[in-house]
């Protein structure tokens, strides 16, 4: 099992910047794909960006050349620095985690919601 926390919500004006933070448990298994979801309300929850278990990252279009996603493994924290944010970013956003087996990836799927079965409570980002 892997435990996810986030933090660094808050308000921000548009063009503003955040960063948000994910402490989470250590990885039993071979490794992690650890990934950021958010979700306005009213909509479906999207995968936003992705450090798949060979540490590649993806991004969706929405989010990308503004925001970044970094791990620091020896602390067990995910991050998601959010640049030039904009009134539709305004959503609660997750942090999430997918076990995986020794040599093994997401790829492709690395955004996908049913890729993940490990899920934080969510910090929410509100941008006027």
């Known amino acids: 099992h892997v435990q996810l926390v986030e933090s660094g919500g808050g308000f921000v004006q548009a063009g503003g910047s955040l960063r948000l933070s994910c402490a989470a448990s250590?990885?039993?298994?071979?490794?992690?794909?650890m990934a950021w979801f958010r979700q306005a309300p009213g909509k479906e929850r999207e995968g936003i960006a992705s450090?798949?278990?060979?540490?590649?990252?993806r991004y969706a279009d929405s989010v990308k050349g503004r925001f970044t996603i970094t791990q620091d493994n020896a602390e067990n924290t995910l991050y998601l620095q959010m640049n030039s944010l904009k009134p539709e970013d305004t959503a609660m956003y997750y942090c999430?985690?997918?076990?995986?087996?020794?040599?093994?990836?997401?790829?492709?799927?690395?955004?996908?919601?049913?890729?993940?079965?490990?899920w934080g409570l969510g910090t929410q980002v509100t941008v006027s």
């Open positions: 450090i798949d278990g060979d540490g590649s990252t």
């Open positions: 250590r990885c039993t298994y071979s490794s992690c794909a």
């Open positions: 999430a985690a997918a076990g995986l087996s020794a040599g093994s990836r997401l790829g492709e799927y690395s955004l996908a919601v049913t890729s993940f079965g490990y």
